[in-house]
């Protein structure tokens, strides 16, 4: 009997996406033939190998409105000329060929979003550009019977705004054994200092980066590894030439999930500081938070509601109270200072390990995929 086939579409270049490789999982244990759709770009990895069919697109452009347009329009003939019997679209940037696709081919539609799109950064300061992309969600949202957002605090907002039910599938990793992880030396890391960690694929203006650069002024005998990338480490390499930190700061490359627990895993202390500059920013609950707790890494956050929530149910870290560099540097160095109470957090994340787990999350999306199979 022939495989059903699922087509995930999503606008990055697949990499580093978790949450995409993990839904595609899910689809292959239902019998899906599953493929996994995004774009090459020219500094873009080498692709893992997957357990399912993935395709990167290489485009002209790379960013800007002229390559969103040649997204979605060869996004749209690829859904289009390939057989399916399911589409799964991440986030808005992705939705309007693949609702378009759905209508015309009758193939039924899930719709994942990541974040609150139309509140990011870099729309809420091009109002212009913000207005276009809200266009689209109120046009098509209301519209979809199948829809996925990352915690309760964004779902709300969809909910009331759209008067849509989106269930919630948060951004849990899956387990990895991390018993026979490199060591430091093995990874050019310091094996003498306490390491501060901040990861992510999408280090960008108002994660409170620049802030962390900064407060190494004030800190001793500690390293801040950033590993990932993003639009702002440009602007990190260059407040690390002009204050003379190249001994403090270390930048990695985004790296494979794989990878990146390993160097998650040899961190004192995680970060994870956005700022509440925006609703996105505001509601957001990233992936590097569920990636500390796996690693046992006690966290050093924002007290936004979904990490607070979580951190203060578990016990595993501090807050700031604001974004002033030493501000920073102290709560950093009265944590890195007080071993037992860095034991007591790291202690507890084994707990939150315990309950946080991919294989209770997924079955949410289980629930969702399995009457399409």
């Not at 002024?217 to 930190?245: F, R, T």
């Not at 190249?246 to 930048?251: R, T």
């Not at 202390?269 to 590097?288: C, E, F, H, M, V």
């Not at 037992?340 to 390990?353: E, I, M, P």
């Amino acid at each position: 009997m022939k495989k059903k086939r699922a087509i995930i579409s999503v606008i990055n270049d697949l990499v580093t996406d978790q949450r995409v490789g993990r839904t595609a999982s899910v689809l292959a244990d239902l019998g899906f033939e599953v493929l996994m759709v995004g774009r090459r770009k020219f500094d873009s990895p080498h692709m893992p190998d997957r357990a399912y069919e993935t395709l990167r697109m290489r485009l002209l452009w790379e960013k800007g409105p002229l390559f969103y347009a040649e997204f979605n329009i060869r996004l749209f003939f690829l859904l289009l000329s390939r057989p399916a019997e399911l589409l799964v679209s991440n986030d808005l940037d992705t939705l309007l060929p693949n609702y378009l696709v759905h209508k015309l081919k009758r193939i039924p539609v899930v719709y994942d979003s990541h974040e609150y799109f139309t509140a990011t950064p870099e729309l809420v300061n091009r109002p212009r550009v913000q207005r276009i992309w809200k266009w689209i969600e109120k046009t098509i949202v209301p519209k979809l019977t199948s829809c996925i957002t990352v915690n309760a605090s964004i779902a709300n907002l969809f909910e009331q705004e759209y008067h849509v039910s989106f269930r919630i599938v948060r951004n849990i990793p899956l387990k990895r054994d991390l018993r026979e992880i490199p060591s430091r030396k093995a990874l050019g890391l310091p094996e003498e200092k306490k390491i501060i960690l901040m990861q992510g694929s999408g280090i960008n203006v108002q994660r409170g980066a620049e802030e962390a650069v900064e407060a190494m002024q004030y800190i001793d005998n500690a390293l801040l590894l950033i590993v990932g990338g993003g639009d702002v480490l440009p602007l990190l390499q260059k407040k690390v030439n002009e204050l003379s930190l190249f001994q403090k700061v270390k930048f990695v490359s985004r790296q494979s999930p794989e990878n990146l627990a390993s160097y998650t895993a040899n961190a004192d202390i995680g970060l994870a500081i956005d700022k509440d500059t925006n609703i996105n920013y505001r509601y957001s609950l990233p992936n590097k938070l569920f990636d500390y707790i796996y690693a046992g890494v006690p966290v050093l956050a924002t007290p936004l509601v979904e990490l607070k929530n979580i951190i203060q149910q578990y016990h595993i870290g501090e807050f700031i109270d604001n974004h002033d560099p030493k501000h920073i540097a102290a709560k950093l160095e009265n944590m890195l200072q007080d071993e037992s109470r860095l034991a007591f957090y790291k202690s507890n994340t084994q707990l939150a390990a315990t309950e946080l787990n991919w294989e209770n999350e997924k079955n949410t999306l289980i629930e969702i995929f399995a009457p399409y199979a």
